[in-house]
């Protein structure tokens, strides 16, 4: 069982629609990266409005980080069905209009058989260039625990593009 | 080598995310709880609604009520359809005979429960939420009914049920909302309704017309007929490891149930979380199985549950093991006292 406790958290509430343009396209991103862009919007929403109803129910600030930590629960739950999640993995890393001698496209297609976690500490680490303990901050893990997801990633990936 | 590697791994999520779809405008409330449908594919922006308003309204109800849940419902129940809690008492004799019954007026498609004993003003925040969005209820197609026409909805739906019916006196009876919708075709718009009145502590639950065969219309009357499974203390370790004795995993089976206060307490608890908090829980589950199979309820009448939002979520994950999410708010408590099992 793993407890996340963050600080008490306070401060001003902004406007929904402000909350959605400030932190939406990052979550929106990140959403596109763990189940690809046709599901991206939805799974985006859902946590958006998540984080609604916990700010209406509590004193948030970080909505930033409480909303990547919805996007990566709701990918979670999108890919929940093993079927659903591989033709969803495979529409996010195998665009049909790709070349499939490319590097990166390889290199997306080791990232769609990472984990939802491995994939959501990847993008923050070489998308966001967050640290390991602003991961784990933004994430609620350990740091130990994103050290060991992002080494794993890496030696996937490092298989591929061998 | 790993200068390669890092540039790699960039080019790619640049070209994943030059896919990304347009953020567009805030996402109508009827985009809550049917993400992932059709439905909510096709964006209906003319309906766009202020969510921030009712944001407000929430934060207005459910901020101030916080402090006084635990003993005001009999058995609150997470509400967040990822995890079946409707049918949180299995044993529940009446579901099935109530699940038919619908002895509303034509047009009326959802039936919004306020808790017992709520207050006038706790009655006109639930109205007043129900009137925030008057491209899907119109004050026209709204209509409370208090607990002694409750009671006449309830003597129609239970007829043949008159032990359940003999349960809900004035006292314990729901008052209700009936809503009949402006457009009574668009379930996804009264869905997001529904999933938002659902978080209200005032509100018992929000039944759609198309759920009925899901839902017990007066929800748990009473403790008789809403005690759960007698306790797992015989057969194989269900919680932490047979080595061990410690793990954050819960192991069950089909129709097996874990009552994780009555087996080791000290594996989870204590608990002092301020502010909001997060827990989770591993379940693994048989072949076949999956999130949507997951029961889940914590007892509800105690001061330690006080701030304990009955939000849960089931994420799935490979291999059938499934994460449980507990959304809490300053829950402070010896141990968590809850009860999973698969339906």
């Known amino acids: 069982m793993e407890v996340i406790d963050d600080d008490p958290l306070h401060g001003t509430v902004a406007t929904s629609e402000a909350l959605w343009r400030e932190h939406g396209p990052i979550a ?6 763990l189940v690809g862009p046709h599901d991206a919007h939805d799974v985006t929403v859902a946590a958006f409005l998540r984080v609604v109803g916990a700010i209406a ?44 001698g490319r590097p990166d496209v390889d290199v997306r297609r080791a990232i769609g058989t990472l984990s939802a976690q491995q994939r959501t500490v990847l993008f923050l680490t070489y998308w966001e260039d967050m640290t390991e303990a602003a991961v784990a901050d933004t994430l609620g893990l350990s740091r130990g625990t994103v050290h060991r997801d992002l080494e794993r990633a890496r030696g996937r990936l490092r298989e591929v593009l061998r | 080598m790993r200068d390669e ?92 005979t109530l699940a038919n019954a619908w002895p509303f007026p034509d047009g009326v498609e959802m039936v919004v429960y306020v808790v017992a004993g709520s207050s006038p003003e706790e009655i006109d925040r639930v109205r007043s939420v129900l009137t925030a969005f008057p491209a899907i209820v119109s004050p026209a197609g709204l209509q409370y009914l208090d607990a002694a026409e409750s009671r006449q909805v309830a003597e129609q739906q239970l007829a043949d049920d008159p032990v359940t019916l003999a349960l809900l006196t004035p006292d314990v009876i729901p008052t209700l909302f009936t809503v009949d919708p402006i457009d009574p075709v668009n379930v996804a718009e009264l869905a997001g309704l529904a999933e938002v009145l659902r978080q209200m ?25 809403t005690q759960p499974p007698p306790l797992l203390t015989d057969g194989p370790p269900l919680f932490g490891d047979p080595e061990t004795g410690a793990s954050s995993e819960l192991f ?27 827990i989770r829980i591993d379940v693994q589950l ?49 141990y968590l006292d809850y009860r999973i099992w698969l339906q």
């Open chain 2, 252 to 278: 069950l089976a089909a129709g097996e149930e874990i009552r994780a206060a009555g087996l080791e307490p000290t594996l989870v608890g204590p608990f002092d979380i301020t502010g909001l908090g997060e």
């Open chain 1, 57 to 100: 129910r509590s004193d948030v600030r970080d909505v930033r980080r409480y909303l990547l930590r919805a996007v990566r629960n709701e990918a979670k739950s999108a890919l929940r069905s093993a079927g659903r999640r591989r033709n969803r993995d495979l529409a996010a890393v195998s665009p049909a209009s790709v070349d499939d």
């Open chain 2, 201 to 225: 502590p005032e509100v018992y639950n929000a039944v759609l017309e198309s759920e009925r065969g899901t839902t017990t219309p007066f929800g748990t009357p009473a403790p008789t007929t």
């Open chain 2, 5 to 96: 590697l890092d540039r790699s791994i960039r080019d790619a999520f640049e070209s994943m995310i030059a896919e990304a779809p347009e953020l567009g405008s805030l996402p109508t409330v009827g985009q809550v709880a049917l993400v992932g449908s059709d439905q909510a594919r096709r964006p209906n922006w003319d309906r766009v609604v202020a969510i921030a308003a009712v944001t407000l309204l929430v934060i207005g109800t459910i901020g101030v009520l916080l402090t006084r849940r635990g003993g005001d419902r009999a058995m609150p129940v997470a509400s967040v359809p990822t995890v079946a809690t409707s049918a949180v008492v299995p044993s529940a004799p009446t579901t099935a």
């Open chain 1, 28 to 33: 929106l991103r990140l959403a596109t990266v």
């Open chain 2, 286 to 334: 048989p072949t076949g199985s999956d999130s949507t199979d997951v029961g889940f309820v914590y007892p509800g009448d105690t001061d330690a549950y006080a701030n304990f939002i009955p939000t849960v979520e089931a994420v799935g994950a490979d291999d059938g093991l499934v994460q449980v999410v507990l959304n809490v708010v300053s829950f402070t408590a010896p």
